[in-house]
């Protein structure tokens, strides 16, 4: 505590006008960063089912073409709302703005003094900043709850596995086969999560450049997600960009990470 105090007593005053422009910039582009890296995540799980589909296909081949109700297990992702600390004071509302629609939390943590998600900063012109719709504030709810992405052990057979990854194919496609067909879901997925990197990016970059000349505590939080993200594209500039906003970090920094991350929890 006494060194997120001294961090406090270190950060250089701001002229009030600059401070109340820049921060509501501030608030959307790091609720924006964190919806994406959320999103990211969801892919990853969603990788990890197709792959464990695939590699079952491929070990069970002749098993699943003598019985099509032949069953095998996969992890399969589907969220539930988790509990979050909140509640309601004279100044303040601590709780987190989600999207019923796209099931995301648009705003978490640090929604503290929105009452409704009207008076939220991630709403512009009636519509959300954060969600992959940009669905309109009707469409969204203030609670002491947010989005929780788990998986569960579940038995397929290949009539399951058709129908969930086949379904929708237009008959005048090309008929392919459920492996190829895995392939080009995974291969969507892929493309889908690069952009969301790509696009994590230039929103973290843009958050640290009009960080008010001192280390934004909202641009390290997610340092060391993208720095690991970006490695594993082998793109070695933008490791090198994010490692160098990470190397600002002080010792005021780190106990102000500590500090905040220390009072968040999921019940």
């Known amino acids: 505590m006494s060194q997120f105090t001294e961090f406090l007593e270190k950060t250089a005053p701001q002229k009030l006008k600059t401070t109340t422009e820049v921060l509501k910039i501030r608030i959307r582009l790091t609720a924006c960063i964190q919806n994406l890296k959320e999103r990211v995540e969801l892919i990853e799980i969603q990788q990890r089912e197709i792959q464990q589909t695939q ?11 003598r019985n099509e109700m032949f069953t095998v297990e996969v992890d399969v992702v589907y969220k539930v709302k988790g509990s979050i600390r ?6 303040f509302y601590e709780g987190a703005t ?11 943590p640090g929604c503290t003094w929105a009452r409704s998600p009207e008076s939220c900063e991630v709403m512009k012109d009636g519509c959300c900043t954060s969600c992959t719709r940009k669905c309109p504030v009707s469409d969204h709810v203030k609670e002491n709850w947010i989005y929780v992405t788990k998986t569960r052990k579940v038995q397929k057979n290949l009539k399951d596995v058709k129908n969930n ?7 005048c496609e090309e008929t392919t086969s459920l492996l190829g067909t895995l392939e080009k ?4 997925l892929q493309k889908d999560k690069d952009q969301l990197l790509e696009k994590s990016f230039e929103l973290i970059v843009k958050l640290d450049q009009i960080a008010l000349n001192v280390d934004s505590l909202s641009t390290h939080v997610h340092l060391d997600f993208l720095i690991e993200k970006m490695k594993e594209k082998g793109d070695a500039e933008k490791v090198q960009k994010l ?10 920094t780190r106990a102000a990470l500590q500090y905040r991350f220390g009072k968040l929890s999921v019940m």
Do not use: F, P, Q, W
């Open 165 to 171: 990854y086949e379904r929708g194919k237009a008959g």
């Open 98 to 108: 989600s999207c019923t629609v796209c099931e995301e939390n648009c705003h978490y």
């Open 86 to 91: 909140g509640g309601i004071g004279v100044l």
């Open 243 to 252: 490692e160098e906003m990470k190397s600002r970090e002080d010792e005021g």
């Open 55 to 65: 590699e079952a296909l491929k070990k069970h081949k002749e098993e699943m073409k």
């Open 185 to 188: 879901r995974m291969e969507k």
